[in-house]
């Protein structure tokens, strides 16, 4: 993480992203990357359409990295989904050349879509309105989990 850090210019967001079969959830920070903001849910089609809409985002918001959610097994282990996941960081960093110059870290995704759940049923969201944001919720707490953790490494080099 502390290499991704380094690569990430200053005063830039970041994009998180929830990888599914079917969706891409899609989160945002602000520029001081401290707030990750749920964005919209992406229904995936094929990659080229999907790197391209990501590319707009990440243009539209002068995006200066992305965190991928490493779906990892509940026991740690990395399956067939992190396999996926490892492709799909490749083939959209070689997709352009603004794709390719921005630096890619994966976090830890195990239970981001159960506390998601969990925060819409407190809010007392619809069952309907749940499905339509679950995945950019999640992917809201994906890149949660990596701005705190930039946050700390940023106060750890600062003592």
């Not at 989160?27 to 590319?55: G, N």
């Not at 959209?92 to 830890?108: C, E, K």
């Amino acid at each position: 993480m502390s290499g991704f850090a380094a690569a990430c210019p200053t005063m830039r967001a970041l994009v998180g992203l929830d990888l599914g079969e079917k969706t891409i959830g899609v989160a945002v920070s602000d520029v001081f990357c401290r707030v990750a903001t749920p964005l919209e849910t992406i229904r995936r089609r094929k990659f080229s359409l999907d790197a391209e809409h990501l590319m707009q985002i990440i243009s539209n918001r002068r995006i200066g990295g992305i965190v991928l959610g490493w779906p990892r097994n509940m026991d740690g282990s990395e399956g067939p989904r992190c396999q996926s996941t490892r492709a799909f960081a490749r083939n959209l960093s070689r997709f352009n050349d603004v794709a390719g110059s921005l630096p890619i870290t994966f976090w830890d995704e195990r239970l981001s879509t159960v506390a998601a759940e969990k925060a819409l049923l407190e809010a007392d969201t619809s069952r309907r309105r749940r499905a339509q944001v679950i995945d950019h919720v999640a992917a809201g707490y994906i890149l949660q989990g990596a701005l705190d953790r930039l946050q700390f490494l940023k106060a750890d080099q600062e003592i």
